[in-house]
Each structure stands twice: as structure tokens, then as C-alpha cells.
């Protein structure tokens, strides 16, 4: 079932992204996005029945609003520094927790956090993540857990439960 589950998955991203109904590619995408299920056994995982969840894509829609919005104003940040020196710069690498278990949704925190301008995910230790932060405003892990990663983990919980 995972597999199966898996395949189907993989295949319809290869579909969305090929944007193509030729039979020969289909029949790649097919004969990829199987090989893929079977050999990457963590992307259905053990938890099947939570991808039929209607809750988790409403929090992946809302998610993907959300970074984009952050992106944004990442990007103007970090554009105003670039264009104003004046502007403080006080880069650091900072200790945050997280909240979530899974190795997906701490995969897809971790991303979240590189892909915003001013944020670099150097690694990863069990439930903590070492940032590089273009501008360090906290060195108190909670405050700096607050400031970069409630707001993506709260919607990524629920995703990836």
C-alpha cells in the first residue's frame, strides 16, 4: 500500500511538472516515480491513512502563503541592507528548537528557513537546528525559536503529523 501510495504521489508531481500527456513520457513518469516509491521507503512512510487528511492540505495551501509572505519580507530586508549600509548587521549563528518529530517536516523547517533571505539552515541535531542569521537580534533560544521558527512550525505540525 505505501508503495502504491507513493507512486501515485510521485507520479502526479511528475505530471504537474512535465505538464505533458505525451504516452512516452507518462510511461517514464511512471516507471521513475515507482522506482523512486521503492527505493525512498520515508515518503509515505508508516502513516498512510494521513494523507488522505483534507486538514493537512488546507494547512499546506495556508503554508505556502505564509512563506511566500515571509520570503517577501526577507527579501526586502535584506534589500534594504544591501542598499543602506548604515543598517545594522550583526550576522551569527543562532540555537533553535523545534517542536516537530518527524525527519520530513523538520527537512521541510530547515528548508523553509535556508529559502528565506537572511536565514541559513547549517544543521540539524535532533530536535535542534544551528542557523546562520544575518541579523542576530536574541541569543536566547526561546526568543530566537519565536522570532524565526514558530511561525513556519505551527503550520508544519499539522502538515507533517
Known amino acids: 500500500m505505501r508503495i502504491l501510495v507513493s507512486t501515485t504521489i510521485l507520479f502526479l508531481i511528475w505530471i504537474i511538472l512535465t505538464q505533458s500527456f505525451n504516452p512516452q513520457e507518462l510511461f517514464t513518469g511512471i516507471i521513475v516515480s515507482a522506482i523512486i516509491a521503492l527505493i525512498s521507503p520515508s515518503i509515505a512512510g508508516e502513516r498512510v491513512r494521513n494523507w488522505f487528511n483534507i486538514k493537512r492540505y488546507y494547512y499546506l495551501v495556508v503554508y505556502l502563503f505564509y512563506f511566500i509572505w515571509q520570503m517577501i519580507k526577507s527579501n526586502i530586508d535584506v534589500a534594504k541592507r544591501v542598499i543602506n549600509p548604515k543598517l545594522p548587521i550583526n550576522p551569527g549563528i543562532v540555537k533553535v528548537k523545534t517542536k516537530l518529530k518527524s525527519r520530513s517536516g523538520k527537512l521541510a523547517l530547515a ?13 540539524v541535531v ?30 508544519l505540525e499539522v502538515i507533517f503529523e
Open 111 to 123: 528548508n523553509s528557513i535556508t529559502l528565506t533571505p537572511g536565514t541559513l539552515t547549517v544543521d
Open 126 to 155: 535532533d530536535q535542534d537546528l544551528y542557523i546562520h542569521w544575518i541579523d542576530v537580534k536574541f541569543t536566547d533560544v526561546e526568543k530566537t525559536t519565536k522570532e524565526i521558527v514558530a511561525g513556519f512550525e505551527k503550520y
